[in-house]
Nanobody, 115 residues
Framework: QVQLVESGGGLVQPGGSLRLSCAAY????????MSWYRKAPGKEREYVARVSSYAGLMSYADSVKGRFTISRDNARKTVYLEMTNLKPEDTAVYFC????????WGQGTQVTVSS
């Protein structure tokens, strides 16, 4: 059974940092690209970042470029999102996505950036 479990969200002040994790189960993790998306209240879900399978090529939305870093550990079957210099507009539920078959989503983890 495919499952993606996110963790690491929370409340942080503007300018702070958080690291999100997404543990994957039920498929050969190293063979597939992994992505992070987010959904803010009243907005559509938006792409944040992606890391390819073996090559580890990364891409980012312009809104997070230079502040967020996506990485993966194939041995631990986990993808990470390191977020720095967080802004209030980064407040959202962050979702992990696996490019496996029709695609799979995690349940999301809340990130709130507020003073």
């Amino acid at each position: 059974q495919v499952q993606l479990v996110e963790s690491g969200g929370g409340l942080v002040q503007p300018g702070g940092s958080l690291r999100l994790s997404c543990a994957a189960y039920g498929f050969k993790f190293s063979d597939y690209g992994m992505s992070w998306y987010r959904k803010a209240p009243g907005k559509e879900r938006e792409y944040v970042a992606r890391v390819s399978s073996y090559a580890g090529l990364m891409s980012y939305a312009d809104s997070v470029k230079g502040r967020f870093t996506i990485s993966r550990d194939n041995a631990r079957k986990t993808v990470y999102l390191e977020m720095t210099n967080l802004k209030p507009e980064d407040t959202a539920v962050y979702f992990c996505f696996a490019d496996y078959k029709m695609g799979y989503w995690g349940q999301g983890t809340q990130v709130t950036v507020s003073s």
